[in-house]
């Protein structure tokens, strides 16, 4: 619907209908007309219009412009959250929220990623495989083999060595495509292939085949190097092929991927382990120095199978007790006397035995690890450990070349390995010490991502399903502020959603709902609705599964939300219904009256000012009847602002007075803070600046108390834009800057905003 995606783009760039209406030259009624639906599709130059008072990017004006043609169907494109209501949040929370994403790129400059692994450390060989990756003319090539067998190696290798070629960037990403809870799904990647290109967040639409035709759009006439590691098949990899004859892709699989070599006329590249020449080479590299013994380096290349990961763990085996290879080759023997060829698991306990007591704990315990990898902290709390001791142990296990540190503080480990690791831990852990060890693991994310939601959301109502205190060991991050909170589940995202499958699996209900939770408002910020869907379906399933009928009620009306944001309106709708059958079913008049809060934000992003209104005015007379004064806070601001955004700007006010006076009642500063800002801005668009001042300085004054820096930097430009308004530029200046500078240290992409204000040359 085109009168949605203009609402979303006119909220996101922060313009009232009257402020757009004034910059475009467009009547506001006409804005209106547009918004609610009665006018779907607008003549063309009421289009264009719109499109330079919005200021939009070159690909938005085209989708915008595309989608206001009659009789054409909509393109799947991003619509940016809209400051109205979402699930267990007020009608206005959502400017004072962070809106994440890729950070605003300088004019002029177009990134060059360079996302390859550090080059592989002593490779050899491999000669005639590094000539066929040389002489491939084809835009993909396919590098299939077994595990183990070097395909990663080899595709980082070539790609150092060709990378002069590519001068436009190298993108890389490992597909986990054989993992068994957390293969990367193709939105997912190029949501990072995009980011790494200068997109910003804001740009990136929800549905994949337009993320895939943005991606191609932004990589044609580049020389871009796109390497996609561990693929599970074509489907998987086809979406991530980049555009242009300069691009090269280099896929590797245990699978040979006909499919993609079929379609693609992808150049095959079969790789088998080395010839026992390449293999004596390569483990000679590894071994000690002065370690010598030709017929004994060849025993023991031909005890490993010749496989390259397990001639590394002989060789980092060999390094640290600097025994010869002859010892070596003995240690190897089968108890039957001969050497055991192509037993990786000889190999692997060999390496295992050397290990003390505390670096094989941490071995078997990492083998329930459910995601890619696993940072130091959380390696502390699966291990029930200090600090400063896991770390010692990891070193040893680094050493040993049984784990990887392939970033500062963060291991992984083979998948050999891995499988290995979680064959010991079942054999030599009990169940009681095996569920120790993943509650500890599961209550350290829980417990940080509910604490970095605190700090991403302040706003958002109480957890309904309260976290108990953390069992010993776990110890959670702190999370300080909103920089390290964005931070920390940037990284670990990956890692949570596994780990929230995971607790599904083991039957861990309440960790799985608890993290959903958590999880929210980052996946909502950065517009991963698809998993953010997935994991409220995990939370519905685990509230059945404990027979907890608030939390399955909790968990359909944040699908709703998510399916409302996604346009799948008849499912957003259907999951509502569920809602309030539950909660009627219960006689639960709270959960009733937060249903019909969520579902204003729904018929809202569907379009329906009207109904939105209807359904948050029903909320807060149901607030109102059970003396709830937090969230008849929260339903009385919504109907302000949706009233303020249907026109009906005096009406509003009222609405907007009760709201603050409630939330005073309730002690919810947070929702305080927010009204006052919002406040502001109603009498600013009532022409009256003067009196919109001091809304913003008292909001100012809570938001020091709150700490809040991203809603302190939003005031600061509010209260800018009056003082401007009421003639006082050089106050407005002092705002502005302030508050940029707070939004720049944040990586906040409203920054941008300001920048240009304090640059625009007609302000002193």
Same mark, same amino acid.
Request: aromatic share 6%; charged share 25%; net charge negative.
């Given at each position: 619907?085109?009168?949605g995606?203009?609402r979303?783009?006119r909220?996101?760039?922060?313009?009232?209908q009257?402020?757009?209406?004034?910059?475009?030259?467009?009547?506001?009624?006409?804005?209106?007309e547009?918004?609610?639906?009665?006018?779907?599709?607008?003549?063309?130059?009421t289009v264009?219009?719109?499109?330079?008072?919005?200021?939009?990017?070159?690909?938005?004006r085209?989708?915008?412009?595309?989608?206001?043609?009659?009789?054409?169907a909509?393109?799947?494109?991003?619509?940016p959250?809209?400051?109205?209501?979402?699930?267990g949040e007020s009608?206005?929370?959502?400017?004072?929220?962070?809106?994440?994403?890729?950070?605003?790129r300088e004019?002029?400059?177009?990134?060059?990623?360079?996302?390859?692994?550090?080059d592989?450390d002593?490779?050899t060989?491999?000669a005639?495989?590094?000539?066929?990756?040389?002489?491939?003319?084809?835009?993909?090539?396919?590098?299939?083999?077994?595990?183990g067998?070097g395909?990663?190696?080899?595709?980082v290798?070539w790609?150092?060595?060709?990378?002069?070629?590519?001068?436009d960037?190298?993108?890389?990403v490992?597909?986990?495509?054989f993992s068994?809870?957390?293969?990367?799904?193709?939105?997912?990647?190029?949501r990072?292939?995009?980011?790494?290109?200068?997109?910003?967040?804001?740009?990136?639409?929800?549905?994949?085949?337009?993320?895939?035709?943005?991606?191609?759009?932004?990589?044609?006439?580049?020389?871009?190097l796109v390497?996609?590691?561990n693929a599970?098949?074509?489907?998987?990899?086809?979406?991530?092929?980049?555009?242009?004859?300069a691009?090269?892709t280099?896929?590797?699989s245990r699978?040979r991927l006909t499919g993609l070599?079929?379609?693609t006329?992808?150049?095959?590249?079969?790789?088998d382990?080395?010839?026992?020449?390449?293999?004596v080479?390569?483990?000679?590299r590894?071994l000690a120095?002065?370690?010598e013994?030709?017929d004994?380096?060849a025993?023991?290349a031909a005890?490993?199978?010749?496989?390259?990961?397990?001639?590394a763990l002989?060789g980092?085996?060999?390094?640290?007790?600097?025994?010869?290879a002859?010892a070596?080759?003995?240690?190897?023997r089968n108890?039957?006397g001969?050497?055991?060829?192509?037993?990786?698991?000889?190999?692997?306990?060999?390496s295992?035995?050397a290990?003390?007591?505390?670096?094989?704990?941490?071995?078997r315990?990492?083998?329930?690890?459910?995601?890619?990898?696993?940072?130091l902290?959380?390696?502390a709390?699966l291990?029930?450990?200090?600090?400063?001791?896991?770390?010692?142990?990891?070193?040893?296990l680094?050493?040993?070349s049984?784990?990887?540190e392939?970033?500062?503080?963060?291991?992984?480990?083979?998948?050999l390995?891995?499988?290995?690791?979680?064959?010991?831990?079942r054999?030599?852990?009990?169940?009681?010490g095996r569920?120790?060890?993943?509650?500890?693991?599961?209550d350290?994310y829980?417990?940080?991502?509910y604490h970095?939601?605190?700090?991403?959301?302040?706003?958002?109502?109480?957890?309904?399903?309260?976290?108990g205190?953390?069992?010993?060991?776990a110890?959670?991050?702190?999370?300080l502020?909103?920089?390290?909170?964005?931070q920390?589940?940037?990284t670990?995202?990956a890692?949570?959603l596994a780990a929230?499958?995971?607790?599904?699996?083991e039957?861990?209900?309440?960790?799985?709902?608890?993290?959903?939770?958590?999880l929210d408002?980052?996946?909502n910020?950065?517009?991963?609705?698809?998993d953010?869907?997935?994991?409220?379906?995990?939370?519905?399933?685990?509230a059945?599964a404990?027979?907890d009928?608030?939390a399955?009620?909790?968990a359909?009306?944040?699908l709703s939300?998510?399916?409302?944001?996604?346009?799948?309106?008849?499912?957003?709708?259907?999951?509502?219904?569920e809602a309030?059958?539950l909660?009627?079913a219960a006689?639960?008049?709270?959960?009733?009256?937060?249903?019909?809060f969520?579902l204003?934000?729904?018929?809202?992003?569907?379009?329906?000012?009207?109904?939105?209104?209807?359904?948050?005015?029903?909320?807060?007379?149901?607030?109102t009847?059970?003396?709830?004064p937090?969230?008849?806070?929260?339903a009385a601001?919504?109907v302000?602002?949706?009233?303020?955004e249907?026109?009906s700007?005096?009406?509003?006010l009222p609405?907007h007075?009760q709201a603050?006076?409630?939330?005073?009642?309730?002690?919810?500063?947070?929702?305080?803070?927010?009204? !006052?800002?919002? =406040? *502001?801005?109603?009498h600013q668009?009532? &022409?009256d %600046?003067?009196? /919109?001042?001091? #809304?913003? @300085?008292?909001?100012?004054?809570?938001?020091?108390?709150?700490?809040?820096?991203a809603?302190?930097?939003q005031? !600061?430009?509010? =209260? *800018?834009?009056?003082?401007?308004?009421? &003639?006082? %530029?050089?106050? /407005?200046?002092e #705002?502005? @800057?302030?508050?940029?500078?707070?939004?720049?240290?944040?990586g906040?992409?409203?920054?941008a905003?300001?920048r240009?204000?304090?640059?625009?040359?007609?302000r002193?």
């Amino acid at each position: 619907m085109f009168g949605g995606m203009l609402r979303g783009l006119r909220i996101r760039a922060m313009r009232t209908q009257e402020e757009l209406a004034a910059l475009s030259g467009v009547s506001e009624r006409q804005i209106r007309e547009i918004e609610s639906g009665r006018v779907p599709a607008p003549r063309a130059g009421t289009v264009r219009m719109l499109a330079d008072a919005l200021n939009l990017s070159p690909e938005d004006r085209a989708v915008f412009q595309l989608a206001a043609q009659p009789d054409t169907a909509q393109p799947d494109t991003a619509q940016p959250d809209t400051a109205q209501p979402d699930a267990g949040e007020s009608a206005a929370a959502q400017p004072g929220r962070r809106q994440s994403g890729a950070e605003q790129r300088e004019a002029g400059r177009r990134p060059v990623p360079e996302q390859l692994p550090s080059d592989v450390d002593g490779f050899t060989g491999r000669a005639e495989a590094l000539r066929v990756l040389d002489a491939a003319t084809s835009a993909v090539v396919a590098v299939s083999g077994p595990a183990g067998v070097g395909k990663t190696s080899l595709a980082v290798r070539w790609s150092h060595l060709a990378a002069p070629r590519f001068p436009d960037g190298r993108l890389y990403v490992d597909l986990r495509g054989f993992s068994r809870h957390d293969a990367m799904e193709p939105a997912e990647v190029i949501r990072g292939f995009l980011d790494a290109l200068g997109v910003p967040l804001d740009r990136v639409p929800s549905g994949l085949t337009a993320q895939v035709a943005l991606y191609r759009s932004h990589s044609a006439g580049r020389a871009l190097l796109v390497v996609l590691d561990n693929a599970r098949d074509a489907e998987q990899v086809l979406p991530l092929l980049p555009a242009g004859p300069a691009a090269r892709t280099i896929v590797t699989s245990r699978r040979r991927l006909t499919g993609l070599v079929a379609e693609t006329g992808a150049t095959a590249l079969a790789l088998d382990v080395p010839d026992l020449t390449e293999a004596v080479e390569l483990l000679g590299r590894r071994l000690a120095p002065g370690v010598e013994g030709g017929d004994a380096v060849a025993a023991i290349a031909a005890a490993c199978g010749r496989l390259p990961l397990a001639l590394a763990l002989v060789g980092a085996r060999a390094q640290l007790t600097g025994f010869p290879a002859e010892a070596i080759a003995r240690e190897l023997r089968n108890p039957r006397g001969r050497i055991a060829a192509l037993e990786i698991d000889v190999v692997f306990s060999w390496s295992y035995d050397a290990l003390s007591g505390d670096a094989a704990r941490l071995f078997r315990l990492l083998g329930l690890v459910a995601g890619a990898d696993i940072a130091l902290a959380a390696a502390a709390a699966l291990a029930g450990r200090a600090l400063p001791e896991v770390r010692r142990t990891l070193a040893e296990l680094t050493d040993a070349s049984m784990v990887v540190e392939h970033a500062p503080g963060r291991y992984r480990m083979h998948d050999l390995l891995h499988a290995y690791a979680a064959e010991l831990v079942r054999a030599e852990e009990s169940e009681a010490g095996r569920q120790a060890a993943l509650t500890r693991l599961l209550d350290h994310y829980t417990h940080t991502a509910y604490h970095a939601e605190l700090v991403l959301n302040p706003v958002r109502a109480p957890i309904p399903m309260a976290l108990g205190t953390p069992v010993d060991g776990a110890e959670p991050k702190p999370v300080l502020d909103l920089t390290a909170a964005v931070q920390w589940l940037k990284t670990e995202y990956a890692v949570l959603l596994a780990a929230l499958r995971q607790a599904e699996e083991e039957g861990m209900h309440r960790h799985a709902w608890q993290l959903s939770w958590a999880l929210d408002t980052f996946l909502n910020d950065e517009r991963r609705w698809h998993d953010e869907g997935a994991a409220w379906a995990v939370a519905l399933r685990a509230a059945t599964a404990m027979t907890d009928r608030p939390a399955a009620a909790h968990a359909h009306r944040f699908l709703s939300a998510v399916h409302g944001r996604l346009d799948r309106f008849e499912e957003a709708h259907a999951h509502m219904r569920e809602a309030l059958r539950l909660s009627l079913a219960a006689g639960d008049r709270a959960g009733e009256a937060e249903n019909r809060f969520v579902l204003s934000y729904v018929y809202w992003l569907q379009g329906d000012g009207e109904r939105a209104l209807d359904q948050a005015g029903r909320s807060l007379s149901l607030f109102t009847e059970i003396d709830d004064p937090y969230w008849a806070g929260k339903a009385a601001l919504a109907v302000g602002w949706y009233l303020s955004e249907l026109g009906s700007l005096q009406e509003a006010l009222p609405y907007h007075l009760q709201a603050l006076e409630l939330q005073q009642r309730a002690g919810d500063r947070p929702n305080e803070l927010v009204t !006052l800002d919002t =406040l *502001g801005l109603l009498h600013q668009r009532l &022409g009256d %600046p003067m009196s /919109a001042i001091p #809304h913003f @300085r008292r909001g100012l004054r809570l938001a020091g108390v709150t700490d809040n820096p991203a809603l302190r930097a939003q005031l !600061l430009g509010h =209260l *800018g834009d009056a003082s401007e308004a009421v &003639g006082d %530029p050089e106050t /407005a200046r002092e #705002h502005w @800057r302030e508050a940029y500078e707070i939004l720049r240290g944040l990586g906040h992409p409203h920054a941008a905003d300001l920048r240009r204000k304090l640059q625009t040359p007609d302000r002193p």
